[in-house]
């Protein structure tokens, strides 16, 4: 399994940005995607997350800013950042709760990160 992810950079505060992240390899299904982020010295911590079925979970954090959003053809998930915030400085990482070989097994799995940074 692969998690390609694109769409991180540097932008000024109040600014917006778009994640995306494309999911391929030995994948019967994939139940959950999302995006975790972590701050430099800070655990990671979930930022939304979405089901096949479009259910959407999102932290307090991003709540009112962020929308999550998936595209189940391609395998992929979007998240639109509004609003940024010094704060949002992280590393996002991707992320999929799958089945595979038929649905006989789930499995998670984490893409490498895309660095955010929001100037002040």
């Known amino acids: 399994v692969q998690l390609q992810a694109s769409g991180g950079g540097l932008v000024q505060a109040g600014g917006s940005l778009r994640l995306s992240c494309a999911a391929s390899g030995s994948i019967f299904s994939i139940n959950v995607m999302g995006w975790f982020r972590q701050a430099p010295g800070k655990q990671r911590e979930l930022v939304a997350t979405i089901t096949s079925g479009g259910n959407t979970n999102y932290a307090n954090s991003a709540k009112g800013r962020f929308t999550i959003s998936r595209d189940n053809a391609k395998k992929t998930v979007y998240l639109q950042m509004n609003s940024l915030k010094p704060e949002d400085t992280a590393v996002y990482y991707c992320?999929?709760?799958?089945?595979?070989?038929?649905?006989?097994?789930?499995?998670?799995?984490w893409g490498q990160g895309t660095q955010v940074t929001v100037s002040s």
């Open positions: 992320y999929v709760l799958y089945s595979g070989n038929g649905g006989t097994y789930n499995r998670e799995y």
